[in-house]
């Protein structure tokens, strides 16, 4: 890493010429713009067409302060990072909760009323002609000259910004953007924000594309409202796909080879920009990750890193299982169009109960869990924990009160450990813990489920059954009082079936509540005491195992025929 | 009563915004079926549009140079034979290799075909706007006393009768049906014996004749250039969500509704105001009614 910094400056010293230090300072503040880009996109997963426009903004903003405020020539860069930053939040605010094919179309209307209003507000920006004679920059009271100084402090604020993104999202922070980013309902089941986590990363991105905006402004010395336009935005995200979405380093390696494609590609006249789009589409097909990654995986092979070799188990401590009240569901109704899902239900479940839910398909079993647990709010009814009313609480709020849940397809990302993956949870606890303290108790809760030998593997390497367990793990690593499981039993061997539900009685031994919904009627029978049975939609039955088991009513719904084939 | 003058200036700006209308939802009616059909935005949509004008600016100029006057609507199906293997490029590119990603992994590849296409269109078309062909040439019809270009009539009449063609290729025959089982759910279809892949690729190719189509008859109004892309699939974007996403009748309203407000605005304010206005009721809808004004509220199911 070193040495090619040194190697480049070497050349840039010896050989480059006042174009060639310009281009390697455009390269810098390209490097910050795609730095942005990357916590939006790859990190946040948001598809933003506005990254360009912000810079295009944070350019106009520097422009327009260093010409009309002389006073405030130490301010231009702030200013400008400000600027971007504020309308983030404000469109971030409005926009960030649409889907993604939404989300792209607002940001890329948002990005053309900025291009607008840079061509057509001419009083304020000049107009078509821009604002011409942006001096260099200023630093704490002494004017930088151009050439040199723009270069080492284009290059050195990246650097300080790239070092503060790889830090801040070395720990907890970058496992709980990626499982927010691929399995954003399974993040908000273990308490994680998941639109705080967007808007922060939607709004920190667009102050970097703002700063390398304001320093554009002053490297060229002209601001035109090229800067706001699409092919800024589309250079920007090429660069990131080249690069890599993720990795710090393809930031620098994706703006160094936009700058300087034109340059490199030079033979090819001016056709190096079809040369350009096509390697980016490449990229795409072949290598989505980029070439950091690429880099990466060859250094690996080189180089084998260390296996982890801490093996920490840390228990938490007994006291920290919630006592929260009991869970208290009161004429629950929801609706999906005609279809009603749930009909006046009403159950409860007591402080440290195990309770089964059983009932044929679409009977509204998992519409239930999902009410409970905040992924749908009822239509009526009301749902309480203890003295909390958990109606119109977003799925991360109940999760922080208590409720855990597990899912009928695991929502584990494919190339997280499972150690990670469960340690991911720790996330959201309050204060939060560091990541070598989560793993530990990691390591703990997956000992519990008797899977901790698969603690290194990728969850996309596990089997269907493995996988499940592994969000039990997760779900405990909330540190539950009430447990929610969707079908934890499907998809198992009749074996597995038999030692998951040893476990699951084991740990609500130790105080956690369980509320299990299943088909399998023997499954449930060995790990819960009471059983509810819903028919579409409604409570048909709600009692101890045996008098439920028993029950005509739950014999014609669920097994079509009242004999005593059930208990043979 | 409205005087005269100002009555046959009604008609004509109608006439323009529904010609407009038409041809917007022909490029809005490939980039739905494509949408359905690949279950992701083609970003290169509007640069097939574009290409679709350069086609027609070309070959008329290469019939010229030859030595032979045709009518432009001679022209038009060549086009879109063009357009149609652009569409194929598209797919073959941008959709095939990334079928079993993400969406996002399709959206970003035809980003980046986006460029490309319009990098090869500045390198070898030029920069310059230029006109493509009038499909119907000669002086205004007079209709009932008011003067009406021909441009816009044969505009309405050819999109009309592609619209139709489509409409009854969906509804009336046995691969219409099985497109639309794919456009519902591809993995189910691919389990009822359906080629849903080959499907797919066939409404690349269908989208992109039409976008070639648009591209064509717009381009003797309001020209042909490299830069024109991303401006009409904006359009066709936004036509898309505020239909309904994926519902080929609300794109076509959207289309004939983003045409009339864009013409009625242009002619009272300013066609900076009637873009500004455009983009600032898209966000209005996205926000109010994200299921676009035609759509249904679909309650989602776990």
Redesign the interface.
């Known amino acids: 890493m070193a040495i090619v910094v040194v190697a480049a400056v070497a050349w840039l010293a010896t050989t480059g010429d006042s174009y060639a230090i310009r281009l390697a300072t455009l390269a810098g503040t390209q490097a910050l713009l795609v730095l942005g880009y990357q916590l939006v996109f790859g990190h946040a997963?948001a598809?933003s067409l506005a990254q360009g426009a912000l810079f295009g903004l944070g350019a106009y903003v520097a422009a327009m302060v260093s010409l009309q405020a002389p006073w405030g020539l130490s301010l231009t860069l702030p200013a400008a990072a400000l600027a971007a930053m504020l309308v983030a939040a404000v469109v971030g605010a409005?926009?960030l909760r649409?889907e993604?094919?939404?989300f792209?179309?607002?940001t890329?209307?948002?990005a053309?009323?900025i291009h607008?209003a840079a061509?057509?507000l001419e009083t304020l920006t000049g107009g078509a002609n821009g604002l011409p004679g942006v001096p260099a920059v200023t630093l704490a009271g002494v004017a930088l000259g151009r050439g040199w100084p723009m270069l080492v402090l284009a290059w050195s604020l990246f650097a300080a910004a790239a070092w503060a993104v790889a830090r801040v999202l070395a720990g907890l922070n970058g496992l709980a953007l990626d499982l927010a980013r691929e399995h954003p309902s399974a993040a908000q089941s273990v308490g994680i924000d998941v639109g705080a986590l967007r808007f922060t990363a939607f709004v920190a991105g667009a102050g970097l594309a703002g700063l390398a905006g304001g320093l554009h402004a002053h490297v060229v010395g002209v601001v035109s409202p090229d800067v706001t336009d699409?092919p800024v935005m589309?250079g920007c995200?090429?660069a990131t796909?080249i690069g890599g979405r993720r990795a710090v380093a393809g930031a620098a390696l994706g703006a160094i080879l936009l700058t300087h494609a034109p340059e490199w590609f030079r033979f090819l006249e001016?056709?190096h920009?079809?040369a350009?789009?096509?390697l980016?589409?490449a990229m795409?097909?072949v290598a989505?990750n980029g070439l950091a990654d690429l880099l990466a995986t060859a250094r690996q092979r080189l180089w084998p890193p260390q296996p982890e070799t801490s093996n920490a188990v840390l228990a938490p401590p007994a006291h920290i299982i919630r006592q929260a009240g009991a869970l208290r569901v009161a004429h629950v109704g929801k609706?999906?169009?005609g279809v009603r899902?749930l009909h006046d239900v009403s159950l409860s479940v007591a402080p440290g109960e195990a309770v089964g839910v059983i009932g044929p398909n679409g009977s509204g079993k998992?519409?239930l869990l999902?009410v409970v647990t905040g992924?749908?709010s009822a239509d009526e009814g009301e749902v309480r924990l203890g003295t909390d009313s958990l109606q119109r609480k977003p799925a991360f709020a109940i999760a922080r009160l208590g409720i855990a849940r597990t899912f009928q397809q695991a929502e584990l990302s494919a190339d997280t450990t499972v150690l990670d993956a469960v340690a991911t949870a720790a996330f959201a606890r309050a204060p939060r813990p560091t990541r070598a303290v989560a793993r530990a108790e990691a390591r703990h809760w997956l000992m519990r489920v008797g899977i901790v030998d698969a603690a290194a593997l990728r969850c996309g390497a596990l089997p269907a059954g493995r996988r499940r367990l592994v969000e039990v793990a997760r779900a405990l690593m909330v540190r539950p009082c009430l447990l929610a499981l969707d079908e934890p039993g499907a998809g198992l061997s009749r074996g597995e079936r038999i030692e998951l539900a040893q476990r699951l009685r084991t740990l609500h031994s130790s105080g956690t509540a369980l509320l299990v919904v299943d088909h399998d009627i023997d499954f449930l029978a060995a790990c819960v005491d009471r059983l509810i049975c819903l028919e579409r939609g409604r409570v048909i039955a709600d009692g101890p195992l045996q008098t439920v088991r028993r029950d005509p009513q739950v014999r014609q719904a669920y097994f079509g025929r009242d004999d005593a084939a059930v208990d043979s | 009563m409205v005087p005269y003058n100002r009555r046959m200036l009604t008609v004509q700006l109608l006439i323009n915004a529904l010609a407009l209308g038409a041809a917007y939802a022909l490029v809005a009616l490939g980039f739905v079926l494509v949408l359905n059909a690949a279950g992701?935005?083609n970003f290169a949509h509007g640069d097939m549009v574009m290409l679709g004008g350069v086609a027609a600016v070309t070959m008329a100029a290469m019939l010229a140079g030859a030595g032979w006057r045709l009518p432009g609507v001679v022209l038009l199906p060549l086009v879109v034979m063009v357009a149609g293997l652009v569409g194929l490029g598209v797919a073959a590119?941008?959709f095939w290799?990334?079928r079993d990603?993400p969406?996002?992994?399709m959206?970003?590849?035809t980003?980046?075909?986006?460029?490309?296409f319009e990098?090869?269109a500045?390198?070898f078309f030029g920069p310059e706007p230029r006109t493509a062909p009038p499909v119907w040439d000669g002086a205004p019809l007079m209709i009932g006393g008011v003067a009406l270009g021909r441009q816009p009539i044969a505009l309405i009449i050819i999109a009309g009768l592609a619209i139709a063609g489509v409409y009854a290729l969906l509804e009336r025959t046995q691969a219409g049906r099985r497109f639309r089982a794919v456009a519902q759910d591809r993995d189910m279809a691919r389990a009822l014996g359906i080629r849903a892949v080959r499907l797919v690729v066939g409404a690349f190719v269908l989208a992109g004749g039409l976008a070639g189509l648009a591209g064509a008859l717009l381009g003797h109004q309001f020209f042909v250039s490299a830069g024109q892309g991303?401006g009409y699939m904006?359009k066709a974007?936004?036509a898309a969500?505020v239909g309904g996403?994926g519902s080929v009748p609300g794109a076509l309203l959207g289309a004939l509704l983003i045409a009339l407000f864009e013409t009625l605005v242009s002619a009272v304010l300013s066609a900076?105001w009637a873009?500004?206005l455009l983009?600032?009721a898209?966000?209005a809808i996205?926000?109010w009614r994200?299921q676009g004004l035609f759509g249904e509220v679909?309650?989602?199911?776990?």
């Open positions: 997963g598809l409005i926009v649409l993604t094919h939404y792209a179309l607002a890329l209307a948002v053309q009323l607008l061509v057509n699409m589309v995200l090429i796909v001016n056709r920009l079809i350009f789009g096509l980016a589409l795409v097909i989505p609706a999906f169009g899902a998992t519409t999902n992924v749908l | 992701a935005v590119l941008g290799p990334l990603k969406p996002s992994a959206f970003v590849a980003i980046a075909l986006a460029a490309v990098q090869s500045t390198a991303p904006l974007y936004i969500a996403w900076v873009q500004a983009y600032l898209l966000l996205l926000l994200p679909v309650g989602r199911r776990a």
